[in-house]
Antibody, heavy 121, light 108 residues
């Protein structure tokens, strides 16, 4: 059973960098699939941030691209999110998920439980 | 970006009812449309992919249809555990993936 678990600080100061890690169990990242980050501001909808392949190939939401870096460490079976220059608008629950492909359809089939990150001084 | 618009934004229904949620894309997305269910404090759960394919383990009372720009999620014979928020998501283009704003299904 594939499981994902987010970890990282729950509070980040404005203008600083938000850093989260998603540890995967039950599946080796180096085997394949893309792995993604999605966020959800309190009481609002879902926003895809970006995804990374096990080889390191990435693609990002253009609206966040200038501030986002996603990296992968296959030796630790985890991938990470860095979001720079954060503001209160970046306060959200951050989810990691497996970005799978069935036929030609991309979908998120396994999700972490989510972690709330608050941006505040 | 492809905009995804769901209707209604909220819906009240009773156990045993049949409900339909609609998702409209701002341009044709073929059948690259997924549906997720989210309960309070939980991660979204994949229900339907490729517009009409049922994810493994999802009850058959859930079904999806549509292609192009208009899609529907139907829940037959609502169960208490179905009261949640539902999101559609397009994967026609990955730059970026986009979600609908959500439809909250509440108990009448």
């Amino acid at each position: 059973q594939v499981q994902l678990q987010e970890s990282g600080p729950g509070l980040v100061r404005p203008s600083e960098t938000l850093s989260l890690t998603c540890t995967v169990s039950g599946y080796s990242i180096s085997t394949g699939y893309y792995w993604g980050w999605i966020r959800q501001p309190p009481g609002k909808g879902l926003e895809w941030i970006g995804s990374i392949y096990h080889s390191g190939n990435t693609y990002y939401n253009p609206s966040l691209k200038s501030r986002v870096t996603i990296s992968v460490d296959t030796s630790k079976n985890h991938f990470s999110l860095n979001l720079t220059s954060v503001t209160a608008a970046d306060t959200a629950v951050y989810y990691c998920a497996r970005d799978s492909e069935v036929g030609a359809t991309r979908l998120f089939d396994y999700w972490g439980q989510g972690t709330l990150v608050t941006v505040s001084s | 970006d492809i905009q995804m618009t769901q209707s209604p934004s909220s819906l009240s229904a009773s156990v045993g009812d049949r409900v339909t949620i609609t998702c409209r894309a701002s341009q044709s997305i073929n059948t690259y449309l997924n549906w997720y269910q989210q309960k309070p404090g939980k991660a979204p759960k994949l229900l339907i992919y490729a517009a009409s394919s049922l994810q493994s383990g999802v009850p058959s009372r859930f079904s999806g249809s549509g292609s192009g720009t208009d899609f529907t999620l139907t829940i037959n014979s609502l169960q208490p555990e179905d009261f949640a928020t539902y999101y559609c998501q397009q994967s026609y283009t990955t730059l970026p993936y986009t979600f609908g704003q959500g439809t909250k299904l509440e108990i009448k």
